[in-house]
C-alpha cells in the first residue's frame, strides 16, 4: 500500500465538468442571435430587418431555453457549484470577453452612434407604434436593456423559484422596468409630453430637480407640474418615509432600473463582489462625494438662477454637462454594466449611485430594517458572503450573531436565501435596539460613518 502524503500528483478538488450537449445546444442559439445582431450592424439595407428580428429571436430562444434547462428541471435554489472555476464567472477569457464587448457597446452608444444606424433602423416599426417616432440610439438601449431584464428575469425567475420574496422581487423589477422605464415614457411622447420616468428621482435623475429640468416640465402644462411635484414628493416624502419601514430595498432592489438589470443580468455575477475593507473604505469615499457633489451642484444652479445667472454663467451648463458625462455615462453605463462580467453586479449602486448613497444613509439611521442573525445556527459556509452583491462579508455578521445594519444593503435577500441554516432574516422591527452595543463601540473604534 502507497504511503499517505500531504502532496499528490492527482489534482485535490474536482476538476469542472465539461458543459452537457444540452446546453451547449441552448448556448449555440444564444451565440448564433448575438452573431446574427453582429452581422446586422454591417448588412446591406435589405438583410437588415431579417438579420435583426432573426438574431433577437434566437438569443431569447436560446436564453429562455438555457435558463429552464439549467434551472427548471429540478427543485429551485442557490447554486454555488463552479463558480469560481468556471472562465465565464471567475473573471477567466469568456469574461473577459463579455466584459469587453460590453463596454464597446456602450462606447459606440455613448459616442458614435452612428455605428449603430443598422441596429436602430429594424426597431423603426416598433418605435412609431409605441412613440409616434423613428428609433433613436436610446430607443434602442431601452429596448435591449427591457429584454436583458425581462429574459435573465425569468432566469432568476426560475432559479429562485423555491423563494416566495425572491419571486415577488424579480417580478416587480421586470413589471417596473417594462412599465414605467420603456412602455409609459414611449407612450408620452406619442401624446406630445415630455418623456419622463416615474421610476427615477433626484439626486439619481438630478436634471429632473436641477433648474433648467423644472422649467422644461413647467413649459407642459399640468402634465408637466405634476410631474415635478411627483419627483419632489417622491425625493423628499415617499423615499424617507418608505425607508424607514422598509429600508432601501424597496427603490434598490424593487423598482430602480439599474437595481434591476444588476439583479436579473448581473446575477451571475454577483459574487464577484469585492469583500475586503479597503473596498467598504473606497465605497464611503466615493458614493458619498457623489452625494455630496450633487447636492452641491442643485443648490449651486438654484442659486445662480436666483440671482439671473451672476454666480456661475455658463460655468452652470459645464456643471451639468461634466457630471453627466463622468457620473452619468462613464461611471454608470461603461464601468457599472460593462464591467459586470470582472467586478460584479453592483459596481455603480455600491460606488457611485447618489440615490443608493441617501437612502443608505436613511436606513443606516432612521429605519427600521436591519437583518437579524441566529448565530447559534451559522456553520460558518459563507454561501451569504457569497452571493452579497455589495461586498459585505454576511458571514462575519452571522458568526457573531450580530444584526446587519449597513448603508450597503439593498435587501435583495440573497443571503438569506442561500443559507442553509436558516440564520438570517430581512426585518422591519422597531429601531430601538437596533444595534448591539459592541457595535456602537467596535463602529467607533473602526471609524466606519455609513
Ligand atoms: S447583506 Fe444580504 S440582503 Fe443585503 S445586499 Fe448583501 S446579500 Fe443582499
Ligand atoms: S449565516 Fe448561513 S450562509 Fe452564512 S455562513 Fe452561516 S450558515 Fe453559512
Redesign the pocket.
Known amino acids: 500500500m502507497p504511503a499517505l502524503t500531504a502532496y499528490s500528483d492527482q489534482p485535490l478538488a474536482h476538476p469542472t465538468p465539461d458543459t452537457p450537449a444540452a446546453e451547449r445546444l441552448w448556448l449555440a442559439l444564444v451565440a448564433l442571435g448575438l452573431l446574427a445582431l453582429a452581422v446586422t450592424a454591417a448588412a446591406p439595407a435589405g438583410l437588415r430587418e431579417p438579420a435583426f428580428w432573426l438574431g433577437l429571436a434566437l438569443l431569447s430562444a436560446g436564453a429562455l431555453g438555457w435558463s429552464w434547462w439549467k434551472f427548471g428541471r429540478d427543485a429551485g435554489g442557490v447554486r454555488h457549484d463552479y463558480l469560481w472555476a468556471r472562465a465565464s464567472t471567475s473573471r477567466g477569457a469568456v469574461a473577459w470577453v463579455t466584459g469587453v464587448a460590453l463596454t464597446g457597446f456602450y462606447v459606440v452608444l455613448y459616442w458614435w452612434p452612428e455605428y449603430l444606424e443598422n441596429l436602430i433602423r429594424p426597431l423603426d416599426g416598433l418605435s412609431q407604434l409605441l412613440r409616434r417616432r423613428p428609433a433613436d440610439q436610446w430607443f434602442l438601449y431601452g429596448t435591449f436593456y427591457t429584454l436583458a431584464v425581462l429574459l435573465m428575469g425569468g432566469r432568476a425567475l426560475l432559479k429562485y423559484r423555491h423563494s416566495p420574496y425572491q419571486r415577488v422581487r424579480t417580478a416587480s423589477v421586470m413589471f417596473f422596468q417594462l412599465g414605467f422605464a420603456w412602455l409609459l415614457p414611449g407612450v408620452l411622447l406619442a401624446l406630445q409630453q415630455p418623456e419622463f420616468y416615474f421610476t427615477y428621482f433626484w439626486p439619481l435623475k438630478y436634471d429632473y430637480l436641477f433648474p433648467g429640468g423644472v422649467q422644461a416640465l413647467l413649459q407642459n402644462g399640468h402634465l408637466g407640474a405634476f410631474m415635478v411635484g411627483w419627483g419632489l414628493i417622491m425625493s423628499f416624502v415617499a423615499t424617507p418615509v418608505l425607508t424607514y419601514f422598509f429600508g432601501k430595498r424597496w427603490y434598490c432592489s424593487w423598482v430602480c432600473g439599474c437595481g434591476g438589470l444588476a439583479e436579473t443580468a448581473g446575477d451571475p455575477y454577483r459574487h464577484l463582489s469585492d469583500k475586503r475593507r479597503e473596498a467598504w473604505r473606497y465605497e464611503v469615499s466615493i458614493v458619498y462625494t457623489v452625494l455630496g457633489f450633487i447636492i452641491v451642484t442643485t443648490a449651486l444652479l438654484w442659486l445662480n438662477t436666483r440671482l439671473g445667472g451672476a454666480l456661475l454663467g455658463r460655468l452652470s451648463d459645464e456643471f451639468s454637462r461634466t457630471y453627466g458625462f463622468v457620473v452619468g455615462a462613464l461611471f454608470s453605463g461603461v464601468v457599472g454594466v460593462g464591467f459586470y462580467p470582472l467586478l460584479g453586479s453592483r459596481v455603480w449602486c455600491r460606488y457611485g449611485c447618489p440615490m443608493a448613497a441617501y437612502l443608505g444613509l436613511l436606513q443606516k439611521h432612521f429605519s427600521r430594517f436591519r437583518i437579524t442573525?441566529n448565530g447559534g445556527?451559522?456553520?460558518?459556509?459563507?454561501?451569504?458572503?457569497n452571493v452579497c452583491e455589495m461586498g459585505i462579508d454576511?458571514?462575519q455578521y452571522?458568526?457573531r450573531g450580530e444584526p446587519i445594519i449597513r448603508a450597503a444593503c439593498v435587501g435583495c435577500g440573497l443571503?438569506s436565501t442561500?443559507?442553509?441554516?436558516g440564520?438570517?432574516n430581512l426585518e422591519n422591527g422597531p429601531r430601538e435596539g437596533r444595534y448591539q452595543p459592541s457595535q456602537l463601540i467596535r463602529a467607533e473604534s473602526l471609524r466606519i460613518l455609513d
Open positions: 442573525t445556527q451559522c456553520i460558518s459556509c459563507g454561501n451569504c458572503s454576511v458571514k452571522a458568526q443571503c442561500a443559507c442553509p441554516r440564520v438570517l
